[in-house]
């Protein structure tokens, strides 16, 4: 059956369509698509925000879709935690009390979760708004409350969607910059809907594209972007800089043989930082690993090859 | 009876039909009031000695103290210096022209209405925006309510429990409870659905939902239907009058019966600085609960 004729027939609409996706733990899975494609539906499933119909949704074996509800309320509190396209901030409590709401809802005692929220706060560098209501605060400034809220439960999971969309593309940058940097440390398993594909890519460890609630693509972001799995994609990353996104592994020759030019990049940069080397020297150069061991060479003609399309 | 007769004359009920039917109607009722009427009043009786303890305290207190426990309330709910040396002036005059104790007694009643009110209006409001299914229900008896002509239902209400201070509240509070009712469900209804999201995404169950998040963000709706509660109540206060509720009102009825247009106006007046005491005390006490809305950027 189509979605059209599940539509007309029963009056139903089709969000998800047989979604099998495995999220890595500790990486950030990003799922992607525009709107109406289910990407909001797929990550309300996980902390049953939305009900599936079928299916079921495993954390550790264990399948969320069967918990009853304090099970579930209690999933909620301990290993989840979200961050929202619109903040979804609570407009009457202040900042410190909206970081500590997860706690508070989980009986903490005050001087404990009070600890808690000021580190968290400090972390997203928000020290000295602790006071504050967040119609006092920029866009950006609440989404690191919004950041810090989901974290202070200390979750191992974190449900992210669309939590920059919201904001000024400089801003957003900063956020990105700021999560990718959390995440180093924290090693959460993050799931990030988006429907930036630039900012997919730049978070994802790996990348799922959802197009009328099927998954169409699973992958890194150098798969999708080299082997795009159908039109839709393939249309999707057209206008992507490769160069920005691609590292010299994914292009180089790895048959290539070691030269005496004392120019070289490494098989972790990424393409777009070493274009002025490559494309000045006449050459091929070395390309080294990271423990500057001789891998392969990469030239001209291999950028110009990714760039054309 | 031709054709043109019977679009003419609306084919109505003989009039001996409708005389047993409102003869039953009427006499069943009238049983049941000889039947249940003192279990009824019985019930009442609490409320009964509260509000006549109530409206004794107000009255036999020094009237410079009960004056100052107003002006302290007042300036705690207003936070206005201006609005606490009117109403100084006001209550003084009141007094001067001869009309503190019928104040007393209105301030009373009003004040156990207004009380009896929220707490049986918020929970109702709380109920109906839970299900649908109850705000379906209550919505047409909440109409009924509010334009059924209050005299109506004094009928029953004098017939089973008598004339005085209790089927006087009963009224004062069918015609008052609907605003508080309506503005609560609304309150609760218009809370952002991101938000409440929010609190579910983080294990809220419902009572935390509805402590923590639903009522604090729904309170400034809920103070304006305090807010007209209470000016309706006040606009009850001749009505009750007439079932013997003591206070302005009765001076009034008087008036219009003798045509004393000074004593008319006078204790109007006096009705009037009330409700415009109340009014703006409970105003400016639901605009600074919500305080963070307006909270300018910095």
Not at chain 1, 246 to 262: A, P, W
Request: glycine share 6%; hydrophobic share 45%; proline share 3%.
């Amino acid at each position: 059956m189509s979605k059209d004729e599940l539509l007309t027939k029963y009056n139903h609409v089709l969000g998800l369509d047989d979604i099998n996706l495995n999220v890595a733990e500790q990486s950030i899975q990003v799922v992607m698509g525009l709107s109406g494609s289910g990407k909001s539906t797929l990550i309300r499933h996980i902390n049953r925000l939305i009900e599936p119909t079928e299916g079921s949704v495993l954390v550790d074996d264990q399948d969320i879709t069967k918990l009853n509800k304090s099970e579930l309320l209690e999933f909620r509190r301990n290993r989840t935690g979200m961050v929202f396209q619109r903040f979804a901030l609570f407009p009457h409590h202040n900042i410190i009390d909206n970081v500590k709401f997860g706690l508070s809802i989980k009986n903490i005692d005050k001087a404990e979760s009070n600890e808690k929220a000021m580190f968290w706060i400090d972390k997203v560098g928000l020290n000295g708004f602790e006071y504050k209501f967040p119609n006092q605060l920029s866009g950006g400034m609440q989404q690191r409350v919004g950041l810090a809220r989901a974290l202070a439960t200390d979750p191992d999971i974190l449900l992210m969607d669309e939590a920059f969309s919201a904001l000024d593309p400089l801003i957003r940058t900063d956020m990105q910059d700021q999560l990718l940097e959390l995440q180093k440390n924290l090693r959460k398993t993050i799931m990030f809907i988006t429907h930036d594909l630039d900012e997919a890519l730049k978070l994802g460890d790996r990348i799922s594209i959802l197009n009328g609630g099927k998954l169409v693509q699973d992958g890194t972001a150098e798969a999708i972007l080299l082997s795009p799995a159908d039109e839709y994609v393939k249309n999707f990353v057209k206008d992507v800089n490769r160069a920005k996104v691609l590292k010299i592994k994914s292009i180089m020759n790895f048959s290539g043989v070691q030269n005496n030019s004392d120019i070289s990049v490494k098989v972790e940069d990424n393409i777009e930082s070493c274009l002025p080397k490559i494309l000045e020297s006449e050459h091929e150069l070395n390309v080294f690993d990271n423990n500057n061991k001789f891998v392969g060479s990469i030239s001209r003609n291999n950028v110009a090859d990714i760039l054309k399309n | 009876m031709n054709l043109s007769e019977f679009f003419i004359t609306f084919p109505e009920m003989s009039k001996e039909s409708l005389r047993i039917f409102k003869k039953s109607i009427d006499g069943a009722y009238r049983n049941f009031s000889r039947e249940y009427g003192d279990t009824i009043e019985a019930v009442f009786d609490p409320v009964l000695y509260f509000l006549v303890w109530f409206e004794k305290l107000l009255q036999t207190s020094p009237w410079p103290l009960v004056i100052l426990v107003i002006l302290i309330l007042v300036y705690l709910g207003s936070r206005s210096i201006n609005l606490t040396i009117g109403s100084l002036f006001a209550l003084l005059l009141i007094g001067y022209f001869g009309m503190w104790e019928d104040t007393m007694s209105t301030v009373s009643i009003i004040g156990v209405c207004t009380f009896m009110s929220i707490g049986l209006g918020i929970p109702i409001g709380i109920a109906m925006s839970n299900s649908d299914r109850a705000r379906a229900a209550i919505t047409p008896i909440l109409d009924v309510m509010q334009t059924m002509p209050s005299f109506v239902y004094l009928i029953p209400v004098v017939m089973l429990l008598g004339i005085g201070k209790i089927p006087g509240l009963l009224a004062v509070i069918i015609y008052a409870i609907p605003p508080i009712i309506r503005l609560t469900d609304l309150g609760i209804r218009e809370v952002d659905k991101e938000v409440l999201e929010a609190a579910d995404a983080f294990g809220a169950n419902k009572r935390q939902k509805l402590f923590r998040v639903q009522l604090p963000l729904a309170l400034p709706t809920i103070f304006a239907g305090i807010n007209q509660t209470i000016m309706m109540a006040l606009a009850m206060v001749v009505i009750a009058s007439m079932i013997g509720v003591k206070g302005l009102g009765q001076p009034v009825l008087k008036a219009i019966t003798n045509q004393y247009f000074t004593m008319g106006l006078l204790n109007g007046l006096a009705i009037v600085a009330l409700a415009i005491i109340f009014d703006r005390v409970s105003q400016s006490f639901g605009k600074r609960l919500q305080q963070h809305r307006s909270g300018s950027r910095e």
